[in-house]
């Protein structure tokens, strides 16, 4: 049962995917409303008559996230009554059904009425969390705490601190990417790492400032994962998770900048924009693992000072005793 759930987990976590890389494509090609304003339906037909390109990239992007929809559902009820006994296993199934449902809404309410572009670049954060929620229930299933033996994990409160600000502080660059998409502000500048090599000088205009605003939380999202992994390298060695996993989260930081870089180089090259879109998908995925087990860390830091004030209790019962004996001679 659970080797199938295994392959039905790691199927719905591509599908996932999927919808990730689907939604930049909808975005980076303008076939938002290659549907027209319909939904589900495109043009409110059942089968479409009219072909185009972008109709045939929204028509499936709606199909793989419908598919996704399905696949998640089926999913969360079945972790639900196979894993259920793991403490976040409910959570991330309800967090992941809702916020995919939470997706398809804006993604349906974009199509139908008219949206800022502010609130329409909230769609891919939320596709974001919907796809970790889903990564971290795969994880679960795949046993990965056991794995690495986390009951075990210390962290102390310098690393939390890392951990909970710099997962929040990617959500925001998240947004600010999304933002620069959804703006058309990606090629406003055509140099990198400034607007214009060469000229220092402040943005003339929103778009600019967007674009460079991103540029900018992301550069420094780079330094601090940086700085979190020299931590985890210095003192994690012993505590493989922590130790690789921020590795891991480091590769993928710098790779989501240099695919970032590339994006404005060779003019919005659209498998590059795609990759870029994947590298802050994963990065994130693994972010909220930390997060995870932040929560883990916190039940076995409690378990261990439970162990303490028990043995402190006996000790000083033993002690009151041998007291009363000394006095009893």
């Not at 891919?124 to 705490?145: H, N």
């Not at 710098?254 to 802050?280: D, E, K, P, R, W």
């Amino acid at each position: 049962m659970h080797r199938n759930l295994k392959w039905f987990a790691v199927l719905t976590t591509l599908v996932m995917t999927g919808v990730l890389i689907g939604g930049a494509l909808v975005t980076k090609t303008g076939s938002e409303l290659g549907c027209g304003r319909t939904w589900p339906l495109c043009h409110g037909e059942l089968i479409p008559t009219n072909i185009t390109p972008e109709l045939i990239i929204e028509l499936a992007h709606r199909l793989v996230s419908g598919s996704a929809g399905l696949l998640v559902l089926v999913l969360s009820i079945w972790a639900w009554k196979a894993i259920g006994h793991i403490r976040e296993t409910k959570l991330l199934a309800v967090l992941s059904v809702s916020f995919l449902l939470l997706q398809a809404l804006i993604g349906a309410a974009a199509v139908m009425w008219p949206q800022s572009d502010f609130v329409l670049a909230l769609h891919f954060g939320i596709s974001l969390i919907s796809f970790a929620t889903v990564f971290l229930l795969t994880l679960l299933i795949f046993e990965v705490d056991q794995k690495f033996d986390t009951k075990r994990l210390i962290i102390d409160s310098r690393m939390k601190f890392h951990i909970i600000g710099v997962t929040v502080y990617s959500y925001f660059v998240v947004y600010t990417g999304a933002l620069v998409r959804h703006t058309d502000a990606s090629l406003v500048c055509r140099d990198w790492p400034l607007c214009v090599n060469g000229s220092f000088s402040l943005p003339v205009n929103i778009y600019e400032w967007i674009q460079m605003g991103h540029r900018l939380a992301a550069g420094l999202i780079f330094l601090w994962i940086a700085y979190i992994t020299m931590i985890a390298i210095k003192h994690y060695k012993h505590q493989k998770v922590m130790y690789w996993g921020w590795i891991i989260a480091f590769a993928l930081t710098m790779m989501q900048v240099i695919a970032g870089a590339v994006v404005v180089l060779t003019s919005l090259n659209i498998y590059v924009a795609l990759a870029h879109a994947f590298f802050i998908a994963c990065l994130f995925a693994v972010l909220s693992y930390f997060v995870l087990l932040l929560t883990r860390n916190g039940q076995h830091q409690a378990a261990i000072n439970n162990v303490k004030k028990v043995r402190d209790t006996e000790l000083n019962t033993s002690d009151a005793l041998f007291n009363k004996k000394d006095a009893r001679a």
